[in-house]
């Protein structure tokens, strides 16, 4: 089945430290986005990339960093300069070109211990 | 910043009844999207509609578009407790890289027998 998977669906994380969450898809698209839902809120971009090796900041890019090595993976880490980093993470993609929609993996919940 | 607006921010009506929720944007786009999201999980897309497109229906859901206010609506009809979630709209714009997918604020939707 194609899909979009992220992972762990919960982590915990220590003051100070950084942690990565995993974001996997095979449906053959460009383009990936990761974003930021808290509680009762909508969601907020945090970074996205239309192509292999290149990606652009979102709206609330600060604290984060992202990978693009492989079309398939977009790693979100989370480092301890967020000072705030406790909400659900969400992983998406598109097509990169055209009117296109989007799919969803199930989010990964950040809690800080 | 956040592209949409969506309002209300909460509905809450009775089975049978019909559900409108409103999104207004502020920069051009491509296309204007709607997605619901169930409590604790990822987001489903629901209907595109294209800027030049005014109006969409697709089952039970009719949004309409109007790109002169920045503005779009989904109207659900007959609702059911099934429709209980919440209900996001997001634009599509070109960027020197491709597509941007910026969603709204989010319409929590509850639906009683």
């Known amino acids: 089945d194609g899909g979009i998977t992220q992972s762990p669906k919960y982590l915990f994380r220590k003051e100070g430290q950084n942690v990565t969450l995993s974001c996997e898809q095979n449906?053959?698209?460009?383009?990936m986005y990761w974003y930021r839902q808290d509680p009762g809120q909508g969601l907020r971009l945090i970074y996205y990339?239309?192509?292999?090796?290149?990606?652009q900041k979102g709206d609330i890019a600060e604290g984060y960093s992202v990978s693009r090595e492989k079309k398939e993976s977009f790693p979100l880490t989370v480092t301890s300069a967020q000072k705030n980093p406790t909400a659900f993470y969400l992983c998406?993609?598109?097509?990169?070109?055209?009117?296109?929609?989007?799919?969803f993996g199930q989010g990964t919940r950040l809690t800080v211990v | 910043s956040q592209q949409g607006e969506e309002d209300p921010q909460a509905l809450s009506i009775q089975e049978g009844e019909n559900a409108t929720m409103n999104c207004s944007y502020k920069t051009s786009i491509n296309n204007l999207q709607w997605y619901r999201q169930n409590s604790g999980r990822g987001l489903v897309h629901l209907i595109l509609?294209?800027?030049?497109?005014r109006e969409k229906h697709s089952g039970r859901l009719r949004v309409t578009l109007d790109t002169s206010k920045k503005s779009s609506s989904l109207l659900i009809t007959a609702s059911r407790a099934a429709d209980t979630a919440s209900y996001f709209c997001a634009t599509q714009s070109r960027t020197g890289g491709g597509n941007k997918l910026t969603f709204g604020t989010g319409t929590q939707l509850k639906v009683e027998l």
């Open positions: 998406a993609s598109t097509r990169a070109w055209g009117n296109t929609e989007a799919f």
């Open positions: 509609i294209r800027s030049n497109e």
């Open positions: 990339s239309q192509i292999v090796n290149d990606f």
């Open positions: 449906l053959n698209h460009d383009a």
